[in-house]
T-cell receptor, first 112, second 117 residues
Framework: QKEVEQNSGPLSVPEGAIASLNCTYS??????FFWYRQYSGKSPELIMS????GDKEDGRFTAQLNKASQYVSLLIRDSQPSDSATYLC????????????FGTGTKLQVIP | GAGVSQSPSNKVTEKGKDVELRCDPI?????LYWYRQRLGQGLEFLIY????????KSGLPSDRFSAERTGESVSTLTIQRTQQEDSAVYLC???????????????FGQGTRLTVV
């Protein structure tokens, strides 16, 4: 089992719809969770971080964390063509190394 | 500088040559990561440095790949006897270690695009 798993997509949604991106992780005691956005040809950039169970909202973005299910998701409301990118889930492991592990990303396409 | 700096931004090399890629992390960041990203693919973890601890080298694909870091500053990734399959973007990221939660996100450099011809 991979440490951080994401569906590679592409996930296609119409403009204005809600895009839902999902991620599961294997380290049960992970504490910190991140969503990064990567445009084609660019480096990943952090868009959301979440540390506690429940929802965290920032503008059109909502991160959701369920530690019991080892599941973290990102919702993008009112999707725009400019949201088309690859979204990477990242998890900071527990233990001495405190390493951040990335999933392989989900490609999102917002259709005008 | 304010961000993670990588050099060179582009490198074209002949098959069989050695290359050295450089990463300057954000000042004060004890953690440093190297990733490889082939065209259209996800991030492939290579190596992780955390302060003075032994690095996590579990992602290095072969003994042609090595990396060093002096203290908590600059890191170099060396690829010996380059092969065409080494062509990719090599990304460096740094973060605070953080014994708890918060302020531990990784920040990425702009990458080095390596082309082996």
């Amino acid at each position: 089992q991979k440490e951080v798993e994401q569906n590679s997509g592409p996930l296609s949604v119409p403009e204005g719809a809600i895009a839902s991106l999902n991620c599961t992780y294997s380290d049960r005691v992970s504490q910190s969770f991140f969503w990064y956005r990567q445009y084609s040809g660019k480096s990943p950039e952090l868009i959301m971080s979440i540390y506690s169970n429940g929802d965290k909202e920032d503008g059109r973005f909502t991160a959701q964390l369920n530690k019991a299910s080892q599941y973290v998701s990102l919702l993008i409301r009112d999707s725009q063509p400019s949201d088309s990118a690859t979204y990477l889930c990242a998890v900071k492991n527990s233990g001495g190394y405190q390493k951040v592990t990335f999933g392989t990303g989900t490609k999102l396409q917002v259709i005008p | 500088g304010a961000g993670v700096s990588q050099s060179p931004s582009n490198k074209v090399t002949e098959k069989g040559k050695d290359v050295e890629l450089r990463c300057d992390p954000i000042s004060g960041h004890t953690a440093l990561y190297w990733y490889r990203q082939r065209l259209g693919q996800g991030l492939e973890f290579l190596i992780y440095f955390q302060g003075n601890s032994a690095p996590d080298k579990s992602g290095l694909p072969s003994d042609r790949f090595s990396a060093e870091r002096t203290g908590e500053s600059v890191s170099t990734l060396t690829i010996q006897r380059t092969q065409q399959e080494d062509s990719a973007v090599y990304l460096c990221a740094s973060s605070l270690r953080g014994t708890g939660i918060g302020n531990t996100e990784a920040f990425f450099g702009q990458g080095t695009r390596l082309t082996v011809v």
